[in-house]
């Protein structure tokens, strides 16, 4: 009974998990597990037999959540926890887990109807112990019922971990797929346990499944939600999304999959050209970009998504709901958003381009920052963080710093190219040379305009006596020496 209890628990507590929408059905199985165990224990405590009708009940109730579980996980369609995904899901129910539904409401109600079962008692060592028998027919139906839960609600969820991308999802659902075909096979065996042997045979199942629900319950714990978030929109540019690696060879070609809008060639270089470089250049590198709040900095990051777009390279950016940069990018379907919100406990879909994550979870933003890598990998990824500043305020700048440090050691594995904002009047001296040790290059943005204040490499830009860069019409920027 403790490990079902732990079970439970822990699948209650899920807050952020790739199972979220299942977890209610999940947890009225153990639920109804928990009643069956303690019907048993009321059973053996007061030397009356176990009572057959609400176990029959109680089983049915398990089987239907699992299949319930089970279609949810299949249809993968978003985010819509309890009874919203119910809902959903009997809106247009797939028509083999009616067949299911109907097939476990047969097995129950011909079970509480004919009542084929006879109770008997043993003499054992600890008293006299009930045990039950059953006419052959509830047998075989039983052994049918569980034929049809391994070939539909199991098999589903199955078949479904072998087309999930997120290698931790797809082995945490095979995972969960085979405990749920041991709770079944598990069943059958309690209902043909006889004789003296039968009190031992049960004891035996009900720690087996108890062990299950704690297997299923680490199980959901792995993979995030937003393994599933992002597998369902997709995560490429909709101007264009590569067929082969996106690594430019000098002599050879590369084949992409165009939308209707054409790529503005003029747009390669839009950032780049600031800083007096190519595409090329700046391509798996780590930028820093200090700025002042009161100057239009927003621009700056536009231009950096708006460069990798019509590099036909994938783009995301990292802001806070609200946030100048957020009013800029918000519903340009070619830059990918993960915005920081008050709003929302868990992540969601807000739209095609934007996710929505809880404000001050850090662990959310590194898990993201990992399926993106791996939804691109092989790909030259653009990633702007406009959330550093709002992490030292939240987590205090030691914490902030480990997770830039992070993200920054995650993109570099995959030659992501990353642009890091910070507030340059939030943050005092001390502080902001700590965070530039962790970048090439890093540039200044005020109303002076954008300037170089190290080059890659270490290297102190020199000044040729030009203005800074105008950010309205894309031109080079000056350097001067920090």
Not at 179 to 188: E, I, N, Q, T
Request: proline share 4%; charged share 15%.
């Amino acid at each position: 009974m403790a490990a079902s209890c732990l079970g439970l628990y822990f699948i209650v507590r899920m807050r952020a998990t790739y199972f979220l929408d299942s977890r209610f059905f999940m947890a009225i199985a153990n639920v109804a597990f928990v009643i069956v165990l303690v019907q048993g224990l009321a059973s053996d405590l007061s030397g009356t037999p176990f009572p057959w009708a609400p176990y029959t009940v109680l089983i049915f109730l398990t089987a239907v959540s699992v299949g319930f579980a089970s279609f949810l996980l299949k249809s993968n369609s978003g985010v819509s926890p309890g009874l919203g995904g119910l809902a959903k899901l009997l809106s247009k129910p797939p028509a083999k887990f009616l067949v299911f539904v109907a097939i476990a409401l047969v097995w129950m109600v011909s079970g509480l109807a004919l009542q084929p079962w006879r109770v008997h008692q043993v003499q054992t060592f600890d008293g006299i112990t009930y045990f039950y028998s059953y006419e052959s027919w509830y047998l075989l139906s039983s052994l049918a019922f569980l034929l049809v839960f391994l070939l539909i609600p199991v098999a589903t969820s199955y078949v479904q971990s072998t087309r999930i991308g997120d290698p931790t999802a797809s082995k945490s659902v095979r995972m969960i797929s085979l405990s749920w075909a041991s709770f079944g096979v598990v069943a059958l065996f309690e209902e043909v346990a006889s004789g003296s042997l039968a009190p031992v045979e049960q004891g035996i199942a009900a720690l087996a499944n108890g062990l299950l629900f704690i297997l299923i319950a680490f199980a959901v714990r792995e993979p995030t939600i937003l393994s599933r978030i992002m597998s369902i929109g997709g995560l490429g540019s909709g101007t264009a999304r590569p067929l082969t690696s996106s690594k430019i060879r000098a002599g050879s070609t590369r084949s992409f999959a165009l939308d209707s809008k054409p790529v503005d060639l003029a747009r390669k270089s839009l950032f780049s050209t600031m800083l007096r470089m190519r595409h090329e250049e700046i391509v798996g590198k780590r930028l820093l970009l200090e700025y002042d709040p009161s100057a239009s900095y927003e621009r700056v990051v536009e231009k950096f998504a708006g460069e990798f777009v019509a590099n036909l390279e994938p783009v995301a950016v990292f802001t806070s709901i609200g946030s100048p940069v957020h009013r800029v990018l918000r519903g340009q379907r070619d830059v990918k958003l993960f915005s920081f919100s008050t709003n929302t406990s868990t992540p969601s879909r807000q739209s095609e381009t934007e996710i929505l994550l809880p404000e001050r979870d850090a662990s959310l933003l590194l898990d993201a920052v990992d399926k993106l890598l791996q939804a691109h990998h092989g790909q030259e990824v653009g990633i702007a963080f406009d959330v550093f500043t709002d992490l030292v305020l939240f987590k205090g700048f030691e914490k902030a710093y480990a997770i830039i440090s992070s993200v920054a050691e995650m993109a570099d594995a995959q030659s992501a190219t990353t642009l890091v904002l910070v507030n340059s009047t939030a943050l005092e001296g001390r502080a902001l040379n700590a965070v530039r040790g962790l970048f090439t290059a890093y540039l200044s943005y005020g109303f002076e305009g954008l300037r170089v204040v190290r080059a890659f490499g270490g290297i102190p830009a020199r000044t040729n006596g030009t203005d800074g860069g105008s950010i309205e019409d894309g031109t080079a920027a000056s350097g001067v020496e920090g």
